[in-house]
């Protein structure tokens, strides 16, 4: 079969550099775990280096032509492709409740709710590792007190201890994005259990960083704190101004004060 056509809708941009692919697999640890599951393949530039490897290598791939070249050209991942959509898909048709890690090359158009589902399987994933643009990547990794510090930094650093890799140059896809890469990788902290409530943590997170400008008295208006713990210091504070740890303890706060 011919090569697959990178499809814009999909955010398709393939890798044709073959030492960075096997840099990224080489990211994986390969320990706690004995499955990986690869998130859009495309033509299997990373799949053939996972392959090598002793883990049991599945895919996930939406384009059904991706899909028919992955099946000729990759017999070891026979009965291993999954031609389903990622952030809809049950995963645990094929996993069954097991440790596994998720790797790929991310399309940017999806690559953070890609993060978001799989923040939803953290119980299952230690370990994540991937492309993405890299501003993203940057944003997931990043500390306190920057602009690109958000949502998407906090939670994922809740659970996991998160590691900016190395930049990727457009001219190594096909066609090549018109924004650089990079590569991180995150590893599931050996005690990822919140000491508060996570959905109200999940809550707090993101109805704080919706209005980042604003102190969190003002922010978190909506959570009908009372009167008295909105007197306390930290609501002096902007969003980006609190690390993790930080945002833990405001939430046990909350929690104590009725919410």
């Not at 399987?121 to 993203?136: H, L, N, S, T, W």
């Not at 809550?203 to 704190?225: H, I, M, W, Y």
């Amino acid at each position: 079969m011919e090569k697959v056509k990178a499809k814009k809708h999909l955010g398709q941009h393939f890798l044709k550099d073959e030492s960075i692919a096997k840099d990224i697999a080489d990211t994986l640890s390969l320990e706690g775990y004995d499955d990986v599951l690869e998130i859009g393949p495309g033509m299997g530039v990373l799949t053939k280096y996972l392959l090598d490897k002793s883990i049991n290598t599945y895919v996930i791939e939406i384009d059904t032509e991706s899909v028919t070249y992955l099946d000729e050209n990759y017999p070891k991942l026979r009965d291993k492709i999954i031609s389903k959509d990622f952030l809809k898909y049950n995963i645990n048709e094929i996993f069954e409740g097991k440790q596994f890690a998720i790797i790929g090359n991310f399309p940017y158009n999806i690559s953070t709710q890609i993060v978001f589902r799989a923040l939803e399987y953290r119980d299952q994933i230690p370990e994540f590792a991937g492309m993405f643009q890299k501003e993203v990547a940057q944003r997931i990794c990043e500390k306190k007190g920057t602009k690109a510090y958000g949502i998407l930094s906090v939670l994922v650093q809740a659970f996991y201890d998160a590691e900016y890799l190395f930049t990727v140059d457009e001219n190594v896809f096909i066609p090549p994005p018109k924004v650089k890469s990079g590569v991180l990788r995150l590893r599931r902290k050996k005690d990822y259990s919140l000491p508060c409530g996570e959905k109200l943590f999940f809550t707090v997170v993101k109805t704080a960083f919706q209005q980042r400008r604003k102190t969190l008295r003002n922010s978190l208006k909506t959570l009908n704190l009372s009167d008295s713990l909105r007197e306390d210091k930290v609501f002096d504070l902007r969003p980006e101004q609190l690390n993790v740890e930080q945002f833990i303890e405001l939430t046990q706060k909350i929690e104590a004060d009725g919410v």
